[in-house]
T-cell receptor, first 113, second 115 residues
Framework: AQSVTQLGSHVSVSEGALVLLRCNYS??????LFWYVQYPNQGLQLLLK??????LVKGINGFEAEFKKSETSFHLTKPSAHMSDAAEYFC???????????FGKGTRLHILP | KAGVTQTPRYLIKTRGQQVTLSCSPI?????VSWYQQTPGQGLQFLFE???????NKGNFPGRFSGRQFSNSRSEMNVSTLELGDSALYLC??????????????FGPGTRLLVL
């Protein structure tokens, strides 16, 4: 079975600082990995996804994530945080043998002025 | 193209009642999945429908059920509501679903409060 672990339920960074949200996955077969963002009172929006092509994936709003098989990680980064990045972020995993997507518990990102 | 719509957006019910939530997927999408989101448990998969058939089901009691119509619109029903059913219920649509690498598009959710 697949699983996802997001380290840190809350992360605070200063505006303009690097954003790093951690995600580790467990999968016995090659995974497909996703990052979603959820703004208050809204549904989830896809930021980016890894589907076994390039290991460095660029998404919307300046975010990117790097797939590292040796570390079973798919951390999300953004060079410079903006106040509008304050939201909850979810990492998710599935495989071509699965029929549903498994989500992590989420990390709430706080941006400090 | 219109996104995924969910109705109602907010709902208040009392214990023991039942509730029906509706989801209209993006035009052309045939797969609809339902999730329950709570602060304690996070996002949990409820079930997925494709071509009017339930294709996958999560670990929820039989009080949670759903269906899909020929136009791909989906409803989920919760009977005999419990306090713990208070949550944000999210619907997501995709072209053919089945996990894989296909992107799911989420609606804004229905926030259910059980008193």
């Amino acid at each position: 079975a697949q699983s996802v672990t997001q380290l840190g339920s809350h992360v605070s960074v200063s505006e303009g600082a690097l954003v790093l949200l951690r995600c580790n996955y467990s999968s016995s077969v090659p995974p497909y990995l996703f990052w979603y963002v959820q703004y208050p009172n809204q549904g989830l929006q896809l930021l980016l996804k890894y589907t076994s092509a390039a290991t460095l994936v660029k998404g919307i709003n300046g975010f990117e994530a790097e797939f590292k098989k040796s570390e079973t990680s798919f951390h999300l980064t953004k060079p410079s945080a903006h106040m509008s990045d304050a939201a909850e972020y979810f990492c998710a995993v599935t495989t071509n043998r699965d029929d549903k997507i498994i989500f992590g518990k989420g990390t709430r990102l706080h941006i400090l002025p | 193209k219109a996104g995924v719509t969910q109705t109602p957006r907010y709902l208040i019910k009392t214990r023991g009642q039942q509730v029906t939530l509706s989801c209209s997927p993006i035009s052309g999408h045939r797969s609809v999945s339902w999730y329950q989101q709570t602060p304690g448990q996070g996002l949990q998969f409820l079930f997925e429908y494709f071509s009017e058939t339930q294709r996958n089901k999560g670990n929820f009691p039989g009080r949670f059920s759903g269906r899909q119509f020929s136009n791909s619109r989906s409803e989920m029903n919760v009977s005999t509501l419990e306090l713990g059913d208070s949550a944000l219920y999210l619907c997501a649509s995709s072209l053919v679903g089945g996990g894989d690498q296909e992107t799911q598009y989420f609606g804004p959710g229905t926030r259910l409060l059980v008193l």
